[in-house]
Every structure is written in structure tokens, then in C-alpha cells.
């Protein structure tokens, strides 16, 4: 069982382990955010930004 | 290439996909605008998603049916194509997330009021994730075991509120001006028509890929129908005025439906094909982002991707929309355009792409 591991982990290369660094990263920063109340990405707030002039130029009010 | 699915099962993924994501919500959704005129809304949104399906997959099938993060890259080169599959993997995040909500939504509010979101949210999640574990081929199979029989829970529900249906509840036809028909379809069309373009990262695990475009448009086509049809059934049922308060109109008129006196409150029919249907439309955004890290990291396998996404998926689930009218209003306003942006990004590469081919 060892063995597997540790060649499973001798198998990943550099890109795998910074994309799943990245991935887990985001994931933390993003619950640890959400859990202290925060909003640590706010993509709602920005997409309501740009697209919210958009649909009340095409359809008013 | 290990991973193989049949044509029946990509049409069985991608009706799943156009008739869960909206048979509870697009009445509702189309009604608020066009009043007793949503059913044209939907029809509407039907035409203008086929005809932007029509485009996509006719691009699709000129490169050759590749992968869609493969195709990016292809055509707009190695930067730009990296962070155009990024963008597709955070779209494929987002959208699961928010599909995630609806469910507890309609949880909470309709199913079991006073529950917590959490429990219906993690269970789907844990399964999906399980689902995921097992490889994008076990999606497909469970597709094309369960879709006859939620498609029969769906004709069996829509079969039972003809009952109730009043003709003179969408009369006089056309009385909203053009512009409310134009809002509510506007509505519809990003959920679900653009979305389904995710189940392009499909297309080149196909076998047999003759007439492909076709069946994909079929699928569509049939999935929109079933939505019109509802449309016009729950507005006949309910009237426009009351379907417009309704969240989940669809799961409403059902539950004023008793067949006998031994099968009353059969609502539960509809609501279980619903969640059974969502499942697929989560499992399909979540098996695209997980395909897409996958591209990106060049790993053989995405599982290990699965647990962190899965965590994220939950916490944006929760964290995108603090209240359920914030979620409906972004939704209603804001989707369409987010995913036509994206949509408007993906024909300009393809089409890039194929300019670079020929040059």
C-alpha cells in the first residue's frame, strides 16, 4: 500500500501538482471566506455590474 | 481513447439536461414577463437555442469533433486557448453550484419547508462526486437507465393536469406586446438553452458520430417541445396571475391533482424526475470541469481534482446568493448574457480556428 502511494506520488509531475495546488488553494480560500461571512470571490456582485446596464438598455426598468 | 458512449446515451444526456434544469422554474420564469403569452416566450427561446445549437455543433463537426479544451487550444493557440479552458471549467463550476442551489431551494421551500439546505446540498454532492469517481462512462450508463422512466414520470404528470387545463386562461393570444414575449424568452434561453453547450465536451467521445448534429438538435428540440407544453398546461391550470407568484409553478398544479381517493398529493412524481434529472445536469457541469482540470494539468485522471472542486462547488452554492429572490432575479436578468458572452467566445474560436486551418 505504501508502495502505491508513494509511486502514485513520484508519478505526478510539476503541472499536476501546481493545478491541484491551485484547485485546492481556491477551494480553501473560497470556504474559509464563506464560513468566516465573507465573500471572498464576489462574481455575483461583478456580474450584476457588467451585465445589469446591458438588460435594462434592452429591456428598461 | 478508453471512454466510448452511444448515441442514444449522448441524447439521453442532453434531454435531461434541456428538460430538468427548467420544467419546474420556466413557467414562472416566462410568465413574470409575458404573462398568459410565456408559452411564445418559450417557443421563442426554443427557436433562437436551436438555431445558436445549430451554429456551435455545425463548428463542432467542421474541426473534426474534437475535445472542446483540445479545440481551444488548437485555435487560439496556447495562452489564449489555456485561459479560454479555464474560463469553460469556472462556467461549468459556477453553473453546478447554482443547479446545486435550485434543488435546496426547492427543497426547503416546497418538499420539506424547514429542513436545511446543507443535507439535500451534500447529498447531492456526495453522489455526484461518487458518480464522478466512477469515470464520465458510469454518467452515461445511469443516463440511459433512468431516462425512460423519469421521461414516463413526466408525460404521467403532464398527462394528469389536462384535467384541470382551461383554454381561456391563455386567451386572448399576442395581447402582451412583442417586447414582454422578447423578456421572457430572453429568460429562458441562457437556462437552458446556451448552457447546453457544456455537452459539447462530449461530442468526441461519441462513436458514431454520423449524424450527430442532428441527434444533439433532436434532443433539444424534443427536450424544448416538453417545456412549451408545460408551459402552456400550467398556465391553463393556474392562470398567469397565479403562476407568476409561484416558484416552482409546476410542482403547484400538480399538488392541486388527486387521482383517486387512495393517490393523493402525486406532485411528488414530478419533483422526484426533477431531482433525478438534476443530478444529471450537475453531474454533466461537474464531469466538464473535472474534464477540463484535467486538460489543464495534463493528468491521466481527474479524480483527484474530484474532493477540492466538490467542496467548492458547496461553499459557492451557498455563497453566490445570500437569498432565494437574489437567485431568481440574477438569474432571470443577468444568466442569458453571462452565457452568451461565453457562447460569443467560443464561435469566435472555432471559427478562428477553422480560418487558421485553411490559411
Given at each position: 500500500?505504501?508502495?502505491?502511494?508513494t509511486?502514485?506520488?513520484?508519478?505526478?509531475t510539476?503541472?499536476?501538482?501546481?493545478?491541484?495546488?491551485?484547485?485546492?488553494?481556491?477551494?480553501?480560500?473560497?470556504?474559509i471566506?464563506?464560513?468566516?461571512g465573507i465573500?471572498?470571490?464576489?462574481?455575483?456582485?461583478?456580474l450584476?455590474?457588467?451585465?445589469?446596464?446591458?438588460?435594462h438598455?434592452?429591456?428598461g426598468? | 481513447?478508453?471512454?466510448q458512449?452511444?448515441?442514444?446515451?449522448?441524447?439521453?444526456i442532453?434531454l435531461?439536461?434541456?428538460?430538468?434544469?427548467?420544467?419546474l422554474?420556466?413557467?414562472g420564469?416566462?410568465?413574470?414577463?409575458?404573462?398568459q403569452?410565456g408559452?411564445?416566450?418559450?417557443?421563442?427561446?426554443?427557436?433562437v437555442?436551436l438555431?445558436a445549437?445549430f451554429?456551435?455543433?455545425m463548428l463542432f463537426?467542421?474541426?473534426?469533433?474534437?475535445s472542446?479544451?483540445?479545440l481551444?487550444d488548437r485555435?487560439?493557440g496556447?495562452?489564449?486557448?489555456?485561459?479560454?479552458n479555464?474560463v469553460i471549467?469556472?462556467y461549468?463550476?459556477h453553473?453546478?453550484?447554482?443547479?446545486v442551489?435550485n434543488?435546496?431551494?426547492?427543497m426547503?421551500?416546497?418538499?420539506?419547508p424547514y429542513s436545511s439546505?446543507?443535507i439535500?446540498q451534500?447529498?447531492?454532492?456526495?453522489?455526484v462526486?461518487?458518480t464522478s469517481?466512477?469515470?464520465?462512462?458510469?454518467?452515461?450508463?445511469i443516463?440511459?437507465?433512468?431516462?425512460?422512466?423519469?421521461?414516463?414520470?413526466?408525460?404521467?404528470s403532464?398527462?394528469v393536469?389536462?384535467?384541470h387545463f382551461?383554454?381561456?386562461e391563455?386567451?386572448?393570444f399576442?395581447?402582451?406586446p412583442?417586447?414582454?414575449?422578447l423578456e421572457?424568452?430572453y429568460?429562458t434561453?441562457g437556462?437552458?438553452?446556451?448552457e447546453?453547450?457544456?455537452a459539447g465536451a462530449?461530442?468526441?467521445?461519441?462513436?458514431?458520430?454520423?449524424k450527430?448534429?442532428?441527434i444533439a438538435?433532436s434532443a433539444?428540440a424534443?427536450?424544448?417541445?416538453?417545456?412549451?407544453?408545460?408551459?402552456?398546461?400550467v398556465?391553463?391550470n393556474?392562470s398567469?396571475?397565479i403562476?407568476?407568484r409561484e416558484?416552482?409553478p409546476?410542482?403547484?398544479v400538480?399538488?392541486?391533482?388527486?387521482l383517486?381517493?387512495?393517490f393523493k398529493?402525486v406532485?411528488?412524481?414530478?419533483?422526484i424526475a426533477?431531482?433525478i434529472?438534476?443530478?444529471?445536469?450537475?453531474?454533466?457541469?461537474?464531469?466538464?470541469?473535472?474534464?477540463g482540470?484535467?486538460?489543464?494539468?495534463?493528468?491521466k485522471?481527474f479524480?483527484g481534482?474530484?474532493?477540492p472542486?466538490?467542496i467548492?462547488?458547496?461553499?459557492m452554492?451557498?455563497?453566490?446568493h445570500?437569498?432565494?429572490?437574489?437567485f431568481?432575479?440574477f438569474?432571470?436578468m443577468d444568466w442569458?448574457?453571462?452565457w452568451f458572452?461565453?457562447?460569443s467566445f467560443?464561435i469566435?474560436?472555432?471559427?478562428?480556428g477553422?480560418?487558421r486551418k485553411?490559411a
Amino acid at each position: 500500500m505504501q508502495d502505491w502511494k508513494t509511486t502514485m506520488k513520484a508519478n505526478k509531475t510539476t503541472r499536476e501538482k501546481i493545478v491541484l495546488a491551485i484547485v485546492w488553494g481556491f477551494s480553501l480560500y473560497y470556504i474559509i471566506g464563506y464560513l468566516a461571512g465573507i465573500d471572498p470571490f464576489p462574481i455575483t456582485v461583478w456580474l450584476k455590474a457588467i451585465y445589469g446596464p446591458i438588460y435594462h438598455t434592452l429591456f428598461g426598468g | 481513447m478508453n471512454l466510448q458512449v452511444s448515441r442514444f446515451q449522448f441524447f439521453s444526456i442532453v434531454l435531461n439536461f434541456i428538460i430538468y434544469s427548467s420544467i419546474l422554474m420556466a413557467p414562472g420564469i416566462t410568465v413574470i414577463n409575458a404573462k398568459q403569452d410565456g408559452w411564445l416566450s418559450m417557443l421563442l427561446a426554443l427557436g433562437v437555442g436551436l438555431a445558436a445549437n445549430f451554429l456551435y455543433l455545425m463548428l463542432f463537426k467542421k474541426h473534426g469533433y474534437p475535445s472542446l479544451f483540445e479545440l481551444m487550444d488548437r485555435s487560439a493557440g496556447k495562452w489564449i486557448g489555456t485561459a479560454l479552458n479555464i474560463v469553460i471549467v469556472f462556467y461549468a463550476l459556477h453553473l453546478t453550484a447554482m443547479v446545486v442551489r435550485n434543488l435546496s431551494n426547492f427543497m426547503i421551500t416546497d418538499v420539506s419547508p424547514y429542513s436545511s439546505p446543507y443535507i439535500y446540498q451534500i447529498l447531492i454532492l456526495l453522489v455526484v462526486a461518487y458518480t464522478s469517481y466512477h469515470g464520465v462512462k458510469n454518467l452515461f450508463l445511469i443516463s440511459e437507465l433512468f431516462t425512460p422512466f423519469i421521461s414516463l414520470f413526466v408525460i404521467g404528470s403532464l398527462i394528469v393536469i389536462i384535467k384541470h387545463f382551461k383554454i381561456i386562461e391563455l386567451k386572448p393570444f399576442f395581447y402582451n406586446p412583442p417586447s414582454a414575449i422578447l423578456e421572457g424568452a430572453y429568460s429562458t434561453l441562457g437556462f437552458p438553452f446556451i448552457e447546453i453547450m457544456l455537452a459539447g465536451a462530449f461530442l468526441t467521445y461519441v462513436k458514431r458520430k454520423d449524424k450527430l448534429v442532428s441527434i444533439a438538435l433532436s434532443a433539444i428540440a424534443i427536450g424544448g417541445a416538453v417545456l412549451v407544453i408545460t408551459v402552456i398546461l400550467v398556465i391553463g391550470n393556474d392562470s398567469a396571475y397565479i403562476v407568476a407568484r409561484e416558484s416552482y409553478p409546476t410542482y403547484s398544479v400538480m399538488r392541486d391533482v388527486s387521482l383517486t381517493t387512495t393517490f393523493k398529493r402525486v406532485e411528488i412524481i414530478i419533483g422526484i424526475a426533477w431531482i433525478i434529472g438534476l443530478f444529471f445536469k450537475i453531474s454533466t457541469c461537474f464531469c466538464v470541469a473535472m474534464m477540463g482540470i484535467k486538460h489543464l494539468s495534463k493528468s491521466k485522471t481527474f479524480r483527484g481534482y474530484i474532493v477540492p472542486c466538490a467542496i467548492l462547488v458547496w461553499a459557492m452554492s451557498n455563497g453566490l446568493h445570500k437569498t432565494f429572490i437574489d437567485f431568481t432575479n440574477f438569474v432571470s436578468m443577468d444568466w442569458t448574457l453571462y452565457w452568451f458572452t461565453l457562447y460569443s467566445f467560443v464561435i469566435i474560436t472555432m471559427l478562428i480556428g477553422l480560418a487558421r486551418k485553411r490559411a
